[in-house]
C-alpha cells in the first residue's frame, strides 16, 4: 500500500480559490500517472487532472484554464490550485497513482491503484 495524504480542502465563496495538496510516502510522485479526481454527492468520481506522462497532463473538459495540476518532486507532492470555483465542483477530491505512466488514459479510474482519503472542497454561492 502507498500512503497518499490530501491536504488543503475546505470552504470557499464562488469565485475563489485553493490549492490542494497530496504527500506522497514510497513512491515517486513523478515516476508514473498522478491524478486527482473528484465524487460530489450522489454522483460517481471523475477524473479532474492527471499527468499522464512525464510532462503530458489531461484536464477534463469542465475544469481547464481554472485548474492547473503541477507537483514538487523534491517534496514528492502533487498539487491542484483550483481558481474561480464554483458551486457545482463542490466534492471530495481524492489524489491517485497508479504503477506507471498512462498515456491518453490520465482521467480513467482503472489507471490508478493507490488513493488518499480525499479532501472535501465546499462552494458556497
Known amino acids: 500500500q502507498v500512503p497518499l495524504v490530501e491536504s488543503g480542502g475546505g470552504s470557499v465563496q464562488a469565485g475563489g480559490s485553493l490549492t490542494l495538496s497530496c504527500i506522497v510516502s514510497?513512491?515517486?510522485?513523478?515516476?508514473?500517472?498522478m491524478g486527482w479526481f473528484r465524487q460530489a454527492p450522489g454522483k460517481e468520481r471523475e477524473g479532474v487532472a492527471g499527468f499522464e506522462m512525464l510532462h503530458t497532463i489531461k484536464y477534463a473538459e469542465s475544469v481547464k484554464v481554472r485548474f492547473t495540476l503541477s507537483r514538487a518532486s523534491a517534496k514528492n507532492t502533487l498539487y491542484l490550485q483550483l481558481t474561480d470555483v464554483k458551486p457545482e465542483q463542490t466534492a471530495m477530491y481524492s489524489c491517485?497513482?497508479?504503477?506507471?505512466?498512462?498515456?491518453?488514459?490520465?482521467?480513467?479510474?482503472?489507471?490508478?491503484?493507490?488513493w488518499g482519503q480525499g479532501t472535501q472542497v465546499t462552494v458556497s454561492s
Open positions: 514510497g513512491y515517486s510522485v513523478s515516476g508514473s500517472c
Open positions: 491517485a497513482g497508479g504503477r506507471g505512466w498512462c498515456p491518453g488514459s490520465g482521467l480513467s479510474e482503472n489507471q490508478y491503484h493507490y
